[in-house]
C-alpha cells in the first residue's frame, strides 16, 4: 500500500503514527485470529 506524503507538521505527524499503529493493530488482530478461522473451518468440513 503506498503511503500519500504529507507535510511534517506535528498534526500530521501524529495522524500517520496512528493510522500505522492501528494498521499495525488490524494486522496483530488479523494474525491472532488465523488459528481460531482454521480451526473453525477445519471442524466445519470434519477434519477435526
Ligand atoms: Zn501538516
Do not use: W, Y
Not at 498534526?11 to 491472532?32: G, Q, T
Amino acid at each position: 500500500m503506498e503511503q500519500e506524503k504529507t507535510c511534517n507538521c506535528l498534526e500530521c505527524e501524529a495522524r500517520e503514527k496512528a493510522h500505522k499503529e492501528s494498521e499495525d493493530m488490524n494486522f496483530a488482530v488479523l494474525v491472532a485470529l488465523m488459528p481460531l478461522m482454521a480451526l473453525t473451518v477445519f471442524s466445519s468440513i470434519g477434519l477435526i
